[in-house]
């Protein structure tokens, strides 16, 4: 069973998915392609949430990731938010047809809906290019808001050498995709992991791994670092 929330949030400009929201049922075509799949299942692995556990994803899309740990932990409680409303409703079908419970709301990730404190595993996959640099900075500290102290947030985005490219977008810099490549820059080296850090995480080694197609991706695990 799913269930979508509605938060009187202020609304605010997002990238879908795909760059354009009529784009957004292709996701799931293109997240096959690109080979996606393996790097959510080593997510769920360095999660390695407990029965019980409450997990978040961030910027969820259409849920896959959120399957994937329901697939593999039956009792862990999944909530997933993102602002894409077509997104959220294709993760929900999905959900059901896997027969997974799991709570969708429609928010940003610069704003979580969640009390302090409520979340033992928090999951944020290949949405952070999709922020700027102050938002990329507000989602932490959310992330850090909401998780609990021995919490851990697992992160994914695209790793970038010097004067590299991004995962396979083209190399038009107008409108979404523009914006994305532009944002992508953050991600040069280890700056991504330096974000987190300064966010005020211990963060472990970054794993990289290179999809079928496209660039490669780093994996940031993360431990909230003392007191705030
Ligand atoms: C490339 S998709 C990744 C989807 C999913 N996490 C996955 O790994 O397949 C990026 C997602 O981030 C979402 N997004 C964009 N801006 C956001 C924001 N401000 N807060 C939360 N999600 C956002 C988009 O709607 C989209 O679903």
Same mark, same amino acid.
């Given at each position: %069973?799913? *269930? ?8 605010? #400009?997002?990238?879908?998915? /795909? ?12 997240? !096959? ?8 299942? *080593? %997510?769920?692995?360095?999660? =390695?949430?407990?029965?019980? !556990? ?22 862990? *409680? ?12 294709? =993760? ?12 969708? @709301? ?5 704003? /979580?809906?969640?009390? @302090? ?8 996959? /290949?949405?952070?290019?999709?922020? @700027?640099?102050?938002?990329? @900075? ?18 994914? #985005?695209?790793?970038?050498?010097? !004067?590299? !490219? ?9 409108? =979404?995709?523009?914006? %994305? ?17 300064? =966010? ?10 290179? /999809? ?17």
């Amino acid at each position: %069973m799913t *269930e979508r929330t509605s938060h009187p949030q202020v609304e605010r #400009d997002y990238i879908p998915g /795909l760059g354009k929201q009529f784009l957004t049922p292709l996701y799931d075509v293109v997240h !096959h392609v690109f080979g996606l799949a393996p790097v959510h299942e *080593e %997510m769920v692995t360095l999660s =390695a949430p407990r029965d019980g !556990h409450r997990v978040l994803d961030v910027g969820c899309g259409t849920g896959n990731l959120l399957r994937s740990t329901g697939k593999r932990h039956r009792d862990v *409680e999944l909530v997933g938010l993102d602002p894409d409303a077509k997104a959220l409703s294709r =993760a929900g079908r999905k959900a059901r047809r896997a027969g997974l419970r799991m709570r969708l @709301d429609r928010g940003f990730a610069q704003e /979580l809906p969640y009390p @302090d404190g409520s979340f033992d595993v928090v999951f944020s996959s /290949l949405m952070l290019h999709h922020l @700027d640099g102050p938002s990329k @900075d507000a989602l932490l500290a959310e992330v850090r808001r909401v998780l609990r102290p021995d919490g851990l947030l697992v992160l994914a #985005d695209a790793v970038l050498e010097e !004067h590299g !490219h991004g995962i396979g977008w083209g190399r038009r810099n107008r409108g =979404a995709r523009g914006r %994305m490549r532009e944002q992508m820059r953050d991600n040069v080296g280890d700056a991504v992991s330096r974000r987190i850090a300064a =966010a005020g995480f211990t963060v472990e080694p970054t794993r990289i791994t290179a /999809l079928r197609i496209g660039g490669k991706i780093g994996i940031e695990v993360a431990r909230p670092s003392g007191p705030d």
